[in-house]
């Protein structure tokens, strides 16, 4: 019911320790494993203003600070146990970092060699888990580069962030909750118990054998998974982007749940198989008093379909469309959680359960900048790593729809993800053409070559959830 979905949250009592989120549990003993990886570092560029004083983004920078309590907020084992701690505002020392340094290292200094020498693994015992700098370009042109710990903050966050940022002196009203509330309530025994009710629904979707995906890969799996990424970009074309939209229409579907169809297909397709597991990052935010608090909510949701070969398109889009429906009753669930109910094999080579993920950006209704992964300032700093095999965010700006793919480049080639990208504009066109179509009919045509793979081809900045 809706009164059991939105419980009240309430401002924790006042102390020095607070438990973390599941999220953050998860991360903080992830990033243990090796201290020294940036895997869990989330970072930007974002253009701004020729005459910008480093002084007065300094200054925003605290405000923001002080005004986000995640922002202050560090990890500590006590007793055994990971707790977090918030400083108060007096204590945090926060300085912009100096540019010369960020730029005295090799002559080529391209956006992706400034970020690599920016981007650095953090102590998250030591607040503010945050770095920002200011760079002059070629052209004399400032870009703000950020950079934040994944314990402390996800995709929306960076969001609020940026925008909180952008409206300089503009006053904004002060926050009811934060982060170490939320915290708080998740771990308190009735928002835990109605947790585990929604796992039975998972466990059932998961009963019965899980299957592995089997996509050919370029270069052998290593024994130890890795998380080295790289990216390529796509832009659907008028007739491609309307043919999206139309599908959704037609099958009383939105844009994402579409995605999520042809993505299921292209594996199906791809592998021989007809029971396929995607990931889903869900923002975890559905009470209202979260929209606009700085944080880690985001939870990894799965989706499984059965693309069989006797089924019409309409037929699969409405099974696929119903199981959204479903995982968003039961989002609370943490895939972290299912993951030690579930009977699945570990393998240190890849994720458990999930190789594959889909991430949907609605970007039509929002003014302004125009895409979190700031593909629009005309840089091409690339992703350096992935936590899964491949993942596939669409990015929907209304008349245009954009697709963005970030790989394991330890286990495909460019060319391959290019490849991939036609089978999936090669969908859309013949569903286009005939949408009652059985899913054994639809055909991608191998012989694709790189030259004709991907139109309109731009590469921009890389975003992982």
Request: aromatic share 8%; net charge negative.
């Amino acid at each position: 019911s809706a009164e059991e979905k939105y419980t009240a949250i309430r401002q924790a009592e006042k102390k020095e320790y607070y438990p973390l989120s599941i999220a953050q549990q998860r991360i903080f003993l992830s990033q243990q494993l090796d201290l020294v990886s940036t895997l869990y570092n989330i970072h930007d560029v974002v253009p701004l203003e020729r005459d910008i004083r480093k002084e007065k983004l300094e200054d925003a920078f605290k405000k923001i600070i002080a005004r986000h309590e995640a922002l202050r907020t560090s990890f500590h084992i006590i007793d055994g146990k990971v707790v977090q701690r918030v400083s108060e505002v007096e204590k945090i020392d926060f300085d912009m970092e100096n540019e010369e340094e960020i730029l005295s290292g090799p002559r080529t200094n391209t956006m992706e060699k400034i970020m690599e020498r920016f981007v650095r693994p953090f102590d998250l015992g030591r607040a503010p888990l945050i770095r920002a700098a200011l760079v002059k370009t070629a052209d004399q042109s400032c870009v703000l580069l950020y950079d934040l710990h994944h314990t402390i903050t996800d995709l929306t966050s960076g969001n609020i962030l940026i925008a909180e940022f952008m409206s300089g002196d503009q006053e904004t009203p002060p926050l009811k909750l934060h982060y170490k509330d939320f915290s708080e309530w998740q771990n308190r025994k009735e928002q835990r118990e109605r947790i585990r009710r929604q796992e039975e629904y998972w466990l059932k979707l998961f009963s019965g054998g899980i299957p592995t995906l089997d996509l050919p890969l370029d270069f052998e799996r290593p024994p130890e998974q890795s998380f080295q990424g790289d990216g390529v970009a796509a832009v659907l074309n008028e007739s491609e982007s309307r043919a999206l939209k139309e599908l959704a229409r037609q099958g009383d579907a939105t844009v994402h749940m579409v995605s999520l169809a042809l993505l299921s297909i292209l594996l199906s397709k791809l592998t021989g198989q007809e029971d396929i597991i995607i990931g889903v990052p869900n923002e975890g935010r559905r009470h209202a008093d979260l929209e606009r608090i700085i944080g880690v909510f985001i939870n990894t949701q799965l989706t499984r379909s059965f693309p069989q070969r006797q089924k019409s398109w309409p037929e699969f889009l409405g099974e696929v469309k119903q199981q959204v429906l479903e995982a968003f009753e039961n989002q609370d669930c943490q895939f972290e959680e299912l993951l030690d109910k579930i009977s699945v094999k570990r393998d240190i080579g890849r994720n458990s359960l999930v190789d594959v993920a889909l991430n949907y950006l609605n970007q039509s209704r929002k003014a302004g900048r125009k895409s979190p992964g700031g593909e629009d300032n005309g840089y091409e700093f690339k992703k350096g790593t992935t936590t899964f095999d491949l993942v596939l965010t669409v990015i929907d700006y209304g008349e245009q729809i954009r697709l963005y793919v970030i790989y394991n480049s330890r286990l495909y080639r460019e060319e391959t993800i290019r490849r991939y990208i036609a089978y999936i504009k090669e969908i859309i066109k013949t569903l286009d053409q005939k949408p009652g179509i059985r899913l054994k009919e639809i055909v991608i045509t191998h012989e694709l070559v790189e030259g004709k793979a991907v139109s309109n081809e731009e590469d921009y900045t890389g975003f992982d959830f």
